[in-house]
Every structure is written in C-alpha cells, then in structure tokens.
C-alpha cells in the first residue's frame, strides 16, 4: 500500500514561486511519480511525472516553468513552481503510478493572485 501527503500549498503572487512535497510511504521506487492539477470549475489534469529512470514529462502550458524531481530515497517527489501565472490556481494532488495501480493524495491547494 502506498501513502502519499502533499505540502507546499499556499498564496502568491503572479510571478511568484512555490515548492510542492509529496511524501511517499511504502515501496515507490518502481513508480511514476507525477502531478496532477484540479482549477476551479474543471477536470483534473496531468501537469507532470518523473518516471523510475529518472525521466520526466510535462505539460505544454508549464513547460520551461515547473520542475519535477525526487529527492536521492526517492521517497519525496517535488514541484518547483516558478513564474506562477493565476491560472495555476488548482488543488495539485501527487500521484504514484505502477502497472496500471494509482495512487492519489489529498492535495495542496495553490492560489495565485494576480
């Protein structure tokens, strides 16, 4: 069973940045570890991953803004947020992925103010 509980969440201002933790509890080194995004009003959407070899994906829209990364246990799984826009403002949830299991947190939220 795997456990995962963000953190990081908070407001800021447009430009501004923020890191998001996603702790991981149980066996993940085999996981794609990603993120995920729910703005208010619409469905949750895939903003990036970071697979077991190291490699990572994301979206077009934060591309060259958000960073996915885990720490060496790979036991912590981060967003490094920068140049936040106010349309980022979402609930962001942590997801573990292995062989068609999901895993999901409970999410941090994340208001950018313009």
Known sequence: QVQ???SGGGLVQAGGSLRLSCA???RTDNYAMGWFRRAPGKEREWVANI???GSTAY???I???FTVSTDDASE???LQMNSLKPE???VYYCNAHYRGMDYWGKGTLVT???
Request: net charge negative; hydrophobic share 35%.
């Open 24 to 26: 991981a509890s149980g």
């Open 59 to 61: 979206q077009h829209s």
């Open 63 to 65: 591309q060259g803004r």
């Open 51 to 53: 697979r077991a070899d």
């Open 4 to 6: 995962l509980v963000e």
């Open 112 to 114: 950018v103010s313009s």
């Open 88 to 90: 980022d403002t979402a």
């Open 76 to 78: 912590v799984v981060y």
